[in-house]
């Protein structure tokens, strides 16, 4: 049980194009999801709280407009990459929290290259 | 300001052997504390958890220990195999903005057990 799956897995895109990455939780619904993404050789940092039905919670420095994120059911939130640049490459990775649980359960990741 | 801090950036350990990883945290609102597992280009990989009332649990060949008062904890995994070769994340939660649970990661300790 609980499987969060992303799509795609890798996307390459040119500068300037948006880009939209799902996140399913396929054997459980999740009011909460969470994106972060990861740098090489870092931690990952958690770049926004989507809350199903709500708008998400991003954190400091995350900009809203370019990150938009869209918790539109309990098992999928988007999260769409606006205008992306080259700086914006990175692997990006969601979770779901199961309800009245403390353990996220994380997806594959995608990995977003900006030419 | 890092408030997860795993100090040791590698720890190598002979098959068989225990594997000790460190993680030390200055939050004292941290209530629930996780250890995931990573391999490159993957999400990580729920292990094990431990709330911040318990000072040990323990799951099949992981053990994590908590020390409130030195504001410290670690992962046991005895006996260690080669497909534990991963990079270790800590973990802790607390309640963020929104009313959400967030996690907040330390950077990662690789773990490597040689035959």
């Known amino acids: 049980g609980a499987v969060v799956s992303q799509h795609p897995s890798r996307v390459i895109c040119k500068s300037g194009t948006s880009v939209k990455i799902e996140c399913r939780s396929l054997?459980?619904?999740?009011?909460?999801m969470f994106w972060y993404r990861q740098f090489p050789k870092q931690s990952l940092m958690l770049m926004a709280t989507?809350?199903?039905?709500?708008?998400?919670?991003?954190e400091q420095g995350v900009e809203k407009d370019k990150f938009l994120i869209n918790h539109a059911s309990l098992t999928l939130s988007t999260l769409t990459v606006t205008s992306a640049h080259p700086e914006d490459s990175s692997f990006y990775i969601c979770?779901?929290?199961?309800?009245?649980?403390?353990?996220?359960?994380f997806g594959p990741g995608t990995r977003l290259t900006v030419l | 300001d890092q408030q997860v801090k795993q100090n040791s950036p590698s720890l190598s350990v002979q098959e068989g052997r225990i594997s000790i990883l460190n993680c030390d945290y200055t939050?004292?609102?941290?209530?629930?504390f996780l250890w995931y597992k990573k391999y490159p280009a993957e999400g990580p990989t729920f292990l094990i958890s431990?709330?911040?009332i318990k000072d040990k649990n323990e799951d099949g060949r992981f053990t994590v220990f908590l020390n409130k008062s030195a504001k410290h904890l670690s992962l046991h995994i005895v006996p260690s195999q080669p497909g534990d070769s991963a990079v270790y994340f800590c973990?802790?939660?607390?309640w963020g903005a929104g009313n959400n649970r967030k996690l907040i990661w330390g950077l990662g300790t690789s773990l490597a057990v040689n035959p």
């Open positions: 979770s779901a929290l199961p309800p009245g649980g403390n353990e996220q359960f």
């Open positions: 054997d459980f619904q999740a009011t909460t």
């Open positions: 989507s809350n199903e039905g709500s708008k998400a919670t991003y």
């Open positions: 939050n004292s609102m941290f209530d629930y």
């Open positions: 431990i709330s911040s």
């Open positions: 973990a802790a939660s607390l």
